[in-house]
């Protein structure tokens, strides 16, 4: 299934869900079904600047495929992060610049906050979208599995 194909499909869900007490609980279970989710990714050189939430996101190609992780202190940050980590890790790095985290949209501003979209988020996007059309190795240090 394409990246696109799943974006729709969790944009469908969160259109669905319509509430902001709704979305919260489904970003919480997404979260919390991560286990350590991307801790591992915590390090100073990983950190995304500029927002008030802190998240850590590593993205890089692997072969063909872009491989994504990312962490946050906010669940529900952590767990629109799974969401990202869904449709970009393992995806196509052909397919991945033509398809931009849309579901987002269908977030509710007051679950999460515009400057964490517009600094935190976007930033994920970037990193996704640079890994895809650039295709230069994983992180410094090496895999973080």
Do not use: H
């Amino acid at each position: 299934m394409s990246v696109q194909i799943r974006d729709r499909e969790y944009a469908r869900t969160f259109r669905t869900l319509g509430d902001p007490d709704s979305q919260c609980q489904y970003l919480l279970s997404l979260a919390l079904s991560r286990g350590d989710g991307g801790k591992k990714t915590r390090s100073p050189d990983r950190r995304v600047k500029g927002c008030k939430t802190a998240i850590w996101a590593a993205a890089w190609a692997e072969g063909s495929a872009v491989r994504f992780q990312a962490d946050s202190d906010s669940l529900l940050v952590d767990g629109v992060l799974a969401v990202f980590q869904a449709l970009y890790d393992g995806a196509p790095a052909a397919e991945v610049p033509a398809a931009p985290p849309e579901f987002l949209e269908e977030v509710s501003r007051e679950v999460i906050y515009p400057e964490i979209r517009e600094n935190g988020l976007r930033e994920c996007w970037k990193r996704v979208r640079q890994a895809a059309e650039t295709a230069d190795g994983p992180p410094e240090g090496g895999k973080i599995r």
